[in-house]
């Protein structure tokens, strides 16, 4: 009997940074997403990527289920997620197989649960929370609940250069420059609150702008304040960044038709960097678990 688990991407953070020497950040989800599926075998199957091999072990051993038996469980993901740039793509695989192996072993876990148990294998992101929140990624605790994002679209600018997360972890001084931001962080959380709080895109997205352009001390994306600049020309809402990624979104109403602003994005010959410029969905954060319907298809729930 197969298994399954469904877990959203992000496009990276609406605001990351350090306030009183711990690191927080509120990501939002998007609608593409990884697709996990296992499969108890008799032989010994030890595929797949290997952070989420660790996620079945841990699973295991949390519900003091033999470790051995692990080895046991196929594991195949299929992924829409870009790899490396930003967008939670192996924090998603990694909720993904949490959820398939509860699925196949007939156990549960809350959302809060599973962002702690994924915080053991890597820093992780707020995506497993069903609604926005201030989140710690190392720790998996949350921090504080927002709510949720209403009839929100981004503009995704993905370049093809990817960025290894924990490589910017590595910075020299990392923290320290962090903390350098810690005034503006505090007030883009503030801002961020009170907009989704208010469901007031316009104060989200200066939230974002905010917390996007303090980040440019530790990584900085091409063309930044020129994006921001032809997006509040346009009349979006904001541009967030993956802070410890490549990918660039622009927020909009989902009523807002982004043909004109991809014009005016290549007008300034930012396609040649940012290669890849699409739109997706702002959705509710959580991890689904799935089952099979027929041949075909699966039945979320």
Not at 75 to 84: A, M, T
Not at 163 to 181: F, G, S, V
Not at 282 to 288: A, E, P
Request: glycine letters at 6%; hydrophobic letters at 40%.
């Amino acid at each position: 009997m197969k298994s399954y688990g469904r877990c959203p991407a992000s496009c990276g953070e609406f605001v990351q940074g350090y306030i009183s020497e711990e690191e927080y950040l509120c990501s939002y989800a998007i609608d593409l997403y990884s697709i996990a599926t296992v499969e108890e075998k008799l032989e010994n199957v030890i595929l797949g990527p290997s952070k989420s091999r660790r996620a079945i072990e841990m699973v295991f051993k949390n519900f003091n289920l033999p470790i051995k038996e692990s080895k046991n469980i196929s594991l195949n993901i299929n992924s829409q997620i870009p790899i490396g740039k930003g967008m939670a793509s192996s924090t998603a695989d990694i909720g993904a197989t949490i959820m398939a192996t509860l699925s196949l072993i007939g156990k549960s876990m809350t959302s809060e649960q599973i962002s702690k148990l994924a915080s053991k294998i890597e820093p992780t992101d707020s995506i497993f929370i069903e609604e926005a929140n201030i989140f710690n990624p190392l720790n998996g605790e949350v921090i504080k609940y927002l709510g949720n994002v209403r009839n929100a679209k981004v503009l995704i600018l993905e370049p093809n250069i990817i960025l290894n997360t924990k490589k910017i972890r590595e910075t020299p001084n990392y923290m320290e420059i962090k903390l350098k931001n810690k005034d503006l962080i505090r007030e883009a959380f503030c801002l961020l609150e009170d907009g989704i709080k208010k469901n007031d895109l316009n104060l989200v997205g200066q939230a974002c702008n905010i917390s996007s352009l303090a980040n440019e001390n530790i990584h900085e994306k091409v063309a930044l304040k020129e994006i921001i600049e032809i997006s509040k020309n346009y009349g979006a809402y904001g541009v967030n960044v993956a802070h410890s990624g490549t990918v660039v979104g622009i927020l909009l109403d989902k009523a807002m038709n982004e043909e004109r602003l991809i014009e005016l994005i290549r007008n300034k010959n930012l396609h040649k960097f940012y290669k890849k410029i699409y739109s997706s969905d702002i959705i509710d954060g959580g991890i689904k678990e799935g089952t099979q319907w027929n041949t075909s298809k699966i039945l979320w729930r």
